[in-house]
C-alpha cells in the first residue's frame, strides 16, 4: 500500500500537473470504485482543482464549490499519468479515467479484489480523518503522547492510523531498523532515550525516503512499490543486514509480514513467528546462533 513518502511524491506531481486545471469528466471501469452516491459524480465535472491535500494515506483532490474527490489507493492501486486522453479504460486492471484539461490520470488496481475507493465529498472531508498525528510536524511530546496513548507493540501502534498518519507496514520497519528498536516492544516500557530514538528514527527515515524517491523519480511516479531498492530490512527476509550482515528475519500474521535484524534490534534473539510451522514446533530457535544449529541439524 503506497505510505507517506508515496503518497507525498504523488501529491507534488499532480500538483505541478493539475493545479488549476479543469475536470472534464470521470470514467468508470468499475461500478465499486465509487463509494458514495451524494453530491453526484457528475457535479465535479468541469470543476477547477484548487489543491490536493494527505488524509492518511489518501489523496484528496479539493476543487471549487467545496467540492472534494478523496481516492484512496488501498493496497494495489497505483495512478498514471498520459498527456494525451485513451480511447476507453486501459486493460484489465483500469479502474478509472479522471480526463483534465491538461491530461489524463488513470487509476489502476492490480488485484483480483477491487478495494480502491473514490468518495464525492461536499464541504468537510473530516469523516476520513482518522485522528492520526501527523509525524513530519509532530513535536517530541506529541509524538511519545500518541505512542504511549495505548500500550500496544511498537510496529502496531506506528502502523495504527489512529494514532499516526500514513505510516505503514513498509516504512515501520524501516523506521524501527533505524531507532534500534524490537518491533513487539510495549510502547508504554521504552525509556526516555528509546523515545528520543524512536522520535528521531521515525522524522529523518521518513524525510529520507521522500527525498530519495523525489531525486529518482523527475516524472510522475509510474513505479509504486513497498519493496524499494535500498531498504535495509522490509522486503529482505534472509538477506544480509546491511549494517551487521546477519540474514534479516521476519514475522508472518495475515497478508502481512514484519521484517527485522535480530542482531540490531533484539539482541541476536529471535521472535516467534505466528507461522504454522513455529506453533508446531516448542523447539524453534529462539537466537541466531540456536537457529544455525538448527539448520546444520536439517541439512544432514
Known amino acids: ?121 461536499h464541504g ?18 506529541e509524538f511519545v503522547g500518541a505512542l504511549t496513548r495505548e500500550n500496544h507493540t511498537l510496529k502496531r501502534s506506528l502502523t495504527d492510523p489512529r494514532l499516526f498518519s500514513g505510516i505503514g507496514n513498509a516504512y515501520s520497519d524501516e523506521i524501527l531498523f533505524a531507532a534500534k528498536l524490537s518491533p513487539i516492544k510495549q510502547s508504554q516500557k521504552l525509556s526516555e532515550e528509546e523515545l528520543s530514538r524512536l522520535y528521531v528514527a521515525t522524522q529523518e527515515t521518513l524525510r529520507m525516503w521522500i527525498a530519495r524517491l523525489r531525486e529518482e523519480t523527475p516524472g510522475f511516479p509510474e513505479k509504486v512499490t513497498a519493496f524499494r531498492e535500498g531498504m535495509a530490512v522490509h522486503g529482505r527476509y534472509r538477506k544480509p543486514c546491511p549494517v551487521c550482515g546477519t540474514p534479516v528475519q521476519r514475522i508472518r500474521y495475515a497478508e502481512n509480514e514484519t521484517n527485522y535484524c535480530a542482531k540490531c534490534q533484539n539482541a541476536g534473539r529471535l521472535l516467534a513467528d505466528r507461522g504454522l510451522s513455529r506453533l508446531l514446533h516448542s523447539d524453534w530457535p529462539k537466537t541466531l546462533e540456536e537457529l544455525e544449529d538448527y539448520k546444520a541439524v536439517r541439512r544432514q
Not at 468537510?124 to 511530546?141: K, Q, Y
Open 1 to 121: 500500500m503506497p505510505e507517506l513518502p508515496d503518497i507525498s511524491l504523488y501529491l507534488e506531481r499532480l500538483e505541478e500537473r493539475l493545479t488549476g486545471a479543469t475536470l472534464e469528466r470521470i470514467v468508470l471501469a468499475s461500478p465499486f470504485l465509487l463509494r458514495s452516491v451524494e453530491p453526484p459524480l457528475a457535479d465535479t465535472f468541469g470543476k477547477k482543482v484548487l489543491a490536493f491535500q494527505r488524509l492518511g494515506k489518501r489523496i484528496v483532490f479539493d476543487l471549487e464549490d467545496d467540492l472534494h474527490l478523496v481516492l484512496h489507493l488501498m493496497i494495489a492501486g497505483r495512478l498514471r499519468w498520459a498527456d494525451k486522453t485513451p480511447a476507453k479504460v486501459p486493460g484489465k486492471i483500469g479502474l478509472a479515467l479522471f480526463v483534465f484539461s491538461r491530461g489524463t490520470l488513470i487509476l489502476t488496481e492490480a488485484s483480483s479484489k477491487k478495494r480502491a475507493s473514490l468518495n464525492v465529498v
Open 124 to 141: 468537510s472531508t473530516a469523516a476520513f480523518e482518522r485522528g492520526g498525528l501527523e509525524p513530519l510536524t509532530a513535536t517530541r511530546a
